[in-house]
């Protein structure tokens, strides 16, 4: 049984920062892709960043020079560091893999970007 759990959400202003982590309970989890993806009210939810066991990284370009994903193998644990967020980062921001032919996500976490 794959579970991820998120945190770290929460309300910032523009240009704020915060630090998203998931936490993985998987058997296996240095030599997993991981990913956090955002959902926007409306929006279909978008790839916002991947990392994977050889800690090969990609971003999308919105959010390229802002955001770092980072991966710590001995706690299974991954991290979204956001910086410099504009109101268009507002998003419920999932954390994913895919193990064993299935795709797994955690509940999400909220990140709202406003004054």
């Known amino acids: 049984q794959v579970q991820l759990v998120e945190s770290g959400g929460g309300l910032v202003q523009p240009g704020g920062s915060l630090r998203l982590s998931c936490a993985a309970s998987i058997g296996i989890f240095s030599s997993n892709t991981m990913a956090w993806y955002r959902q926007a009210p409306g929006k279909q939810r978008e790839l916002v960043a991947a990392i994977s066991g050889g800690l090969s990284t990609n971003y999308a370009d919105s959010v390229k020079g802002r955001f770092t994903i980072s991966r710590d193998n001995a706690k299974k644990m991954v991290y979204l560091q956001m910086n410099s967020l504009k109101p268009e980062d507002t998003a419920v921001y999932y954390c994913?893999?895919?193990?064993?032919?299935?795709?797994?996500w955690g509940q999400g976490t909220q990140v709202t970007v406003s004054y």
């Open positions: 994913s893999v895919r193990t064993g032919g299935e795709g797994y």
